[in-house]
Nanobody
Framework: QGRLVESGGQAVQSGDSLTLSCSGSRLTLSTYHMAWFRRAPGQEREFVAT????????DYANSVKGRFTISRDTAKNTVILIMNSLKPEDTAVYYC???????????????WGQGTQVTVSS
């Protein structure tokens, strides 16, 4: 069965940049709409960013718009999340997800990774 594997999470300072990667194992990511979600301590999992199958369409949560960028590297079967100007409120476990339909709702996504921790200190 296919799965998603995230990497790149670490502890950083406020204002730093970080890049997260999501790779597909026995899963061809170009056949799915891909997204990043995050869950902060004590909170629900929330939408962060999504990219369509062909990479031409993206959407972002208002809280990250202008700071985060989602993109695809089809040759590497990978989806990237570039995070700039990180804030302490960005601290969360970040999850990669894949869906057959485009959208921002968690319910659309049938494949999920295990998550990678991002911690931003002030």
């Amino acid at each position: 069965q296919g799965r998603l594997v995230e990497s790149g999470g670490q502890a950083v300072q406020s204002g730093d940049s970080l890049t997260l990667s999501c790779s597909g194992s026995r899963l061809t990511l170009s056949t799915y709409h891909m997204a990043w979600f995050r869950r902060a301590p004590g909170q629900e999992r929330e939408f962060v960013a999504t990219v369509g199958r062909n990479g031409g369409r993206t959407d972002y949560a208002n809280s990250v718009k202008g700071r985060f960028t989602i993109s695809r590297d089809t040759a590497k079967n990978t989806v990237i999340l570039i995070m700039n100007s990180l804030k302490p409120e960005d601290t969360a476990v970040y999850y990669c997800a894949a869906a057959l339909s485009y959208g921002t709702r968690r319910e659309l996504y049938g494949y999920w990774g295990q998550g990678t921790q991002v911690t931003v200190s002030s």
